[in-house]
């Protein structure tokens, strides 16, 4: 988990900038980039010469650059959180579908806890307590936050976006709770931790089996096996102890490299489960190389069953929304059956979390914005919509038909 966060202190000198203001990703991809669009979505496509429309209306002098950046979201859809810098004053965006996170928080003063030392904007809220940073709430989807020495102010909202499914519905990316945000994360008022948990008690509900032992993959399984075996009465006990100097096998370039990863990140604690079977809970199963090399390191080392259950449904499609979800082809689940899958992981049983099961467990806690003003359009939206389309194949928008990820 990768946490990115910008700063403004107040009281900061205004100095002029030479240099045009240009959006800066905090996470997921910002607007593609005027004639080199490649883009997979029919709606996100460069107009003109990619500069935004001069039709816009603004005061002669100073520019209106609120005017501006919605005048571009209404040209890209999504996906993307980024801000902006002009001057003495920050302008943090998030598309209209939500899709990217977007956390804004601010320091205390150390002096006169009322005042403020400085306003933070970042990915995920689990970076705000090595600054001493208190979470304020999410930038909406849609809104244009302003920041200044004086204080945050919310100049404006682009107008919310047609889903491809025809409803007016935000697409926060489900997969942000399964895998990518750390534990401690807020999003939409519920701890990622807690999500996590209640996937993996739906997952005991859905597919239980008789075992000695619920473990997981660590470490963002952990939550899920807990939840398993609170729900299940099958007592959790760790089978793997993970290298903490290999970094993530998912985002590995190769299929080599990716196996390679695996074999130096995980060692198994064979007195724990020799002779017993074992229950392992996976985050998710994208390619299956780190499930097949973890199921064949626990049978080697005595376990007398391994039944694999993954506290997500199968990953059957891309994602063109800035995360490296491979290609079709890549995908286990499109690969072979779930009743195939025991043979090729080496396992006595596979199964997955239920995408109904997975909705449960996410829109259970969630908890409206306290930012959420309900004004207008947006009175009509649906808030607690995700974005599932790796799961489901159903994008946020439409996809063109010759792509073949």
């Not at 199963?285 to 376990?303: M, S, Y």
Request: aromatic share 8%.
């Amino acid at each position: 988990m990768i946490v990115r966060a910008l700063l403004l202190m107040p009281g900061i000198d205004e100095q002029e900038s030479p240099m045009t203001p240009t959006p800066t990703a905090l996470n997921g991809h910002g607007p593609c980039e005027a004639n080199k669009c490649s883009s997979p979505t029919k709606s996100c496509s460069n107009k003109g010469d990619g500069r935004l429309s001069r039709s816009i209306s603004e005061d002669a002098g100073e520019p209106d650059w609120a005017k501006r950046i919605v005048a571009l979201m209404g040209q890209y859809p999504l996906a993307y959180s980024f801000c902006l810098m002009h001057k003495d004053s920050i302008y943090a965006v998030r598309d209209c579908f939500g899709n990217r996170p977007l956390v804004l928080g601010k320091v205390p003063g150390l002096y006169d806890p009322e005042k403020v030392d400085a306003w933070i904007v970042a990915s995920e809220t689990c970076c705000f307590k090595d600054v001493g940073c208190k979470a304020i709430g999410e930038v909406l989807p849609g809104e244009i936050v302003k920041i200044t020495r004086n204080g945050i102010e919310s100049v404006a909202r682009a107008p919310p976006k047609l889903h491809v499914s025809r409803k007016l519905t935000t697409a926060f990316c489900v997969f942000e709770y399964v895998y990518f945000a750390r534990g401690d994360t807020f999003f939409e008022g519920q701890q990622v931790y807690s999500v996590r948990e209640r996937c993996g008690r739906q997952l005991a509900k859905e597919s239980w089996v008789e075992a000695d032992i619920v473990s997981n993959v660590p470490d963002s399984a952990t939550a899920a096996a807990l939840g398993f075996s609170a729900e299940s009465g099958i007592p959790y006990k760790e089978v793997l102890i993970k290298n903490p100097y290999v970094g993530r096998t998912f985002i590995q370039p190769s299929n080599r490299l990716r196996q390679l990863a695996v074999s130096k990140k995980f060692g198994a604690l064979a007195e724990n489960f020799a002779g017993k079977r074992i229950i392992i809970v996976d985050d998710s199963i994208v390619r299956g190389n780190t499930l097949q090399a973890i199921v064949k390191l626990l049978r080697d080392a005595g376990a007398k069953e391994v039944h694999v259950r993954a506290a997500c449904p199968p990953v059957r499609n891309p994602c063109y929304m800035g995360i490296n979800i491979p290609t079709r082809k890549e995908l286990i689940a499109n690969q072979m059956t779930v009743e195939e899958m025991p043979a090729f992981f080496g396992a006595d049983s596979v199964s997955y979390l239920s995408i109904e099961g997975l909705r449960t467990a996410v829109e259970q806690g969630i908890k409206e914005n306290p930012r959420e003003t309900n004004e207008g359009e947006w009175a009509q939206v649906n808030k607690k919509g995700h974005c599932v389309a790796c799961l489901t194949g159903e994008y946020p928008v439409t996809v063109q038909e010759e792509l073949d990820w």
